[in-house]
């Protein structure tokens, strides 16, 4: 009996490597898995910061969904977590979340991403977000 325990509560972590990506002018975030597959986060993170401040601007249920590159989806509503606006050049998000993949899996999802603003300032103004880089871990 206690080996059957041990096998069931075994666990398997995989962190997919995130090379490129884009970020919205509303700072969602798509970022494409180097071997396939992308992650994309909500519309909105970080409302009400701006660059040089929110140090530590924390989220909870937010939206977070992913497709691996054997094609396995899942779509979570727990998302939560922080980011770190005080460097524009490299805005720090990292958060959590768990549920139900396609396969019928339960899954506890961490993921990491950091991206850059240049702005303008004046007329015509504005932000160009580039994306610099993340991961995806997936528990199962």
């Known amino acids: 009996m206690f080996l059957l325990m041990s096998l069931a509560s075994a666990q398997t972590t995989t962190t997919y490597q995130s090379s490129t990506g884009t970020v919205s002018p509303g700072n969602a975030v798509t970022g494409h898995l180097d071997l396939g597959g992308s992650f994309v986060s909500p519309y909105g993170m970080g409302s009400g910061c701006y660059y040089g401040g929110c140090p530590d601007w924390t989220f909870s249920r937010y939206t977070l969904s992913y497709v691996l590159p054997n094609g396995t989806t899942a779509s979570f509503n727990n998302f939560a977590g922080s980011a770190n606006f005080t460097n524009q050049f490299d805005v720090k998000v990292q958060g959590t979340a768990s549920g139900y993949d396609s396969t019928g ?36």
């Open 105 to 140: 899996a339960f899954v506890t999802v961490s993921v990491n991403w950091a991206w850059a603003a240049y702005c303008r300032s004046g007329r015509g103004g504005g932000c160009t977000k580039k994306y610099i880089g993340g991961d995806l871990n997936v528990t199962k």
